[in-house]
């Protein structure tokens, strides 16, 4: 299947291409960027900012308008919030289908927010959505990236009752993008804001742990406050979360239902999906970024240090690769489960 890339040039579009490089469901023909790059080929274009080396194929392929005429149907966005919902929106109307990584059209009540091993059923919200909003396409989108990972870590403990949710994070200077946060204010500091990021965190959760219904989602009823920072670290969130729980359970329980939760994305075998979308360490001092953000090519969560809570219920620490599985690999694991159920039919 042919697809292309909005905002090609920046770190998640740099993502994206390294992730569909070989891809055995789809073909990357077309790349969009900013005004400034349109023209030229992408290896004028793109600062390359990551370990792997650019493809041969995309350094070659000329980087279009962000405009509809000449796209594939199945886009993938990593535009800027500034300019992400008008133009998302107009390549819907023409009839793309747009996996979206920018947060315009997250809360929307008739646009899924998926993570596809939690809330698969979400995507029947497209019906609505083109009902609604009179576009041939759709938009669906993936989550803010520290949203992901406490979602995943949160997620198999639903059926024990989640009541109230603390998390702070400690965020990687690859999530700002490039050149992101000046090198004079994160080396050998921690910066103790990262502009609405809290507020993401705080609504997207709920959302994705929400029900779907004819009138949108219903949110899970419980309540999530978050505190953020940067640290100087360059790939890999890592998150402290306390949870308290309804029920009574003891730790074998706990770690029990992180350790074997899967999704449909595992029961359909899909070409992104880890093999188990929660790894569960026992190591006292993991997990860590530098050795833990890559696992199963940086789609697999890591939870660690599982213990009692004296104020809440259990608290945990969580890691995930901030731009695969927070970004662009959350954005393909997206298409890949619209293709499997047979969404993108006819692209």
């Known amino acids: 299947m042919d697809v292309g890339i909005l905002g090609a ?20 023909t077309w790349l969009a960027a900013s005004e400034r790059s349109e023209g030229r080929t992408y290896a004028e274009a793109a600062s390359w900012r990551l370990a792997t080396p650019m493809p041969a194929w995309a350094a070659s392929m000329p980087v279009q308008q962000a405009a509809a005429n000449g796209a594939p ?10 300019v992400a919902g008008d133009i998302e929106g107009a390549f819907a109307a023409a009839g793309h289908v747009v996996v979206s990584n920018a947060r315009n059209y997250r809360m929307e009540a008739d646009v899924p927010l998926l993570v596809p091993e939690i809330n698969a059923d979400h995507l029947a919200l497209i019906e609505r959505q083109r009902e609604a909003r009179g576009w041939a396409g759709a938009i669906v ?31 990687a200077v690859s999530g700002a993008g490039y050149p992101g946060v000046a090198s004079l204010d994160i080396v050998g500091n921690v ?14 959760t709920l959302k994705i742990l929400g029900r779907a ?24 969130h890592t998150e402290s979360v306390s949870v308290g729980l309804r029920e009574q359970v003891d730790v074998a329980a706990i770690r029990e239902a992180l350790a074997s939760w899967r999704g449909e994305p595992q029961e359909r075998g899909l070409p992104s999906a880890p093999p188990a979308p929660i790894v569960v360490l026992d190591a006292p001092d993991r997990p860590q970024p530098r ?25 945990f620490v969580v890691l995930g690769h901030n731009t695969v599985r927070g970004a662009a690999g959350a954005a393909i694991l997206n298409a890949e489960l619209m293709v499997a159920r047979g969404l993108l039919n006819g692209s």
Request: with cysteine; charged share 20%.
């Open 9 to 28: 040039t920046g770190v998640v579009g740099q993502q994206f291409i390294r992730l569909l490089d070989g891809h055995p469901w789809f073909r990357v």
């Open 73 to 82: 149907r199945l886009l993938f966005s990593s535009l800027d919030a500034a």
């Open 141 to 171: 989108t993936n989550p803010n990236c520290s949203t992901v990972f406490l979602a995943m870590a949160l997620a198999p403990l639903r059926p024990f009752g989640i009541e109230r949710v603390i998390v702070s994070t400690m965020q």
């Open 191 to 204: 910066v103790p804001y990262i502009g609405g990021e809290e507020e993401k965190i705080e609504r997207e």
């Open 213 to 236: 219904g004819a009138a949108g989602v219903e949110p899970l009823a419980a309540a999530v406050s978050a505190q953020t920072t940067r640290v100087p670290v360059l790939d890999g």
């Open 291 to 315: 050795l833990d953000a890559d696992r199963d090519r940086g789609m697999a969560v890591t939870v660690g240090r599982l213990r009692r809570c004296p104020v809440l219920s259990w608290k």
